[in-house]
Antibody
Framework: EVQLLDSGGGLVQPGGSLRLSCAAS????????MSWVRQAPGKGLEWVSG????????WYADSVKGRFIVSRDNSKNMVYLQMNSLRAEDTAVYYC????????????????WGQGTLVTVSS | QSVLTQPPSVSGAPGQRVTISCTGS?????????VHWYQQHPGAAPKLLIY???NRPSGVPDRFSGSKSGTSASLAITGLQAEDEADYYC???????????FGTGTEVTVL
């Protein structure tokens, strides 16, 4: 059974940093691209970042580019999101999600999701 | 701000059929990129409902179906059930934004 367990959320001041973690199990982790998606309170879904199975060429939404860094450790089946220079508008539930798709990344969907971890940016 | 537009809400009686539209543009759906659909119950993570325009993952009832034409896509729910009450989101890729985009979301209410 595929499982994704998100952790690391909390309250942080504007300008601060936080690292989210996602523990994966139940599938061949290194063969799958992974992603982070967030949802501000009462709002819709927003894709944040993605990383291929080999950890190469991560890509980001413009709203977080230059501030967030996604990484993975295939030996531990973990994916991380390092969030720096946090702003109030980064307040959201952050979900780790597995990309579904074996062809072009343009066709990717998100087939399994973690339970989410809440990040609150406030003074 | 989402680039895929959905109606804020739709409703129907049990057993009825409802449809949810997802309107994009020439840089996403109209460019030929696949559309996917998700269901999200309150307090829960989203669940993949339809992938690549019209395909259902294993375990998703065939009451749910998807289609795509031009710059729009649609999700249909037939035989509406109380458990279908949830938020629904479409998703695609946008070449102008170089990233994945979600729809504005639609709340489905079962009367």
């Amino acid at each position: 059974e595929v499982q994704l367990l998100d952790s690391g959320g909390g309250l942080v001041q504007p300008g601060g940093s936080l690292r989210l973690s996602c523990a994966a199990s139940g599938f061949t982790f290194s063969s799958n691209a992974m992603s982070w998606v967030r949802q501000a309170p009462g709002k819709g879904l927003e894709w944040v970042s993605g990383i291929f199975g080999g950890g190469n060429n991560p890509w980001y939404a413009d709203s977080v580019k230059g501030r967030f860094i996604v990484s993975r450790d295939n030996s531990k089946n973990m994916v991380y999101l390092q969030m720096n220079s946090l702003r109030a508008e980064d307040t959201a539930v952050y979900y780790c999600a597995r990309f579904r798709g074996s062809g072009s990344s343009y066709a990717y969907s998100f087939d399994y999701w973690g339970q989410g971890t809440l990040v609150t940016v406030s003074s | 701000q989402s680039v895929l537009t959905q109606p804020p809400s739709v409703s129907g009686a049990p057993g009825q059929r409802v449809t949810i539209s997802c309107t994009g543009s020439s840089s996403n759906i109209g460019a030929g990129y696949d559309v996917h659909w998700y269901q999200q119950h309150p307090g829960a993570a989203p669940k993949l409902l339809i992938y690549s325009n019209s395909n259902r993952p294993s375990g998703v009832p065939d009451r749910f179906s998807g289609s795509k034409s031009g710059t729009s896509a649609s999700l249909a729910i037939t035989g509406l059930q109380a458990e279908d009450e949830a938020d629904y989101y479409c998703q695609s890729y946008d070449s102008s934004l170089n990233g994945y985009v979600f729809g504005t979301g639609t709340e489905v209410t079962v009367l």
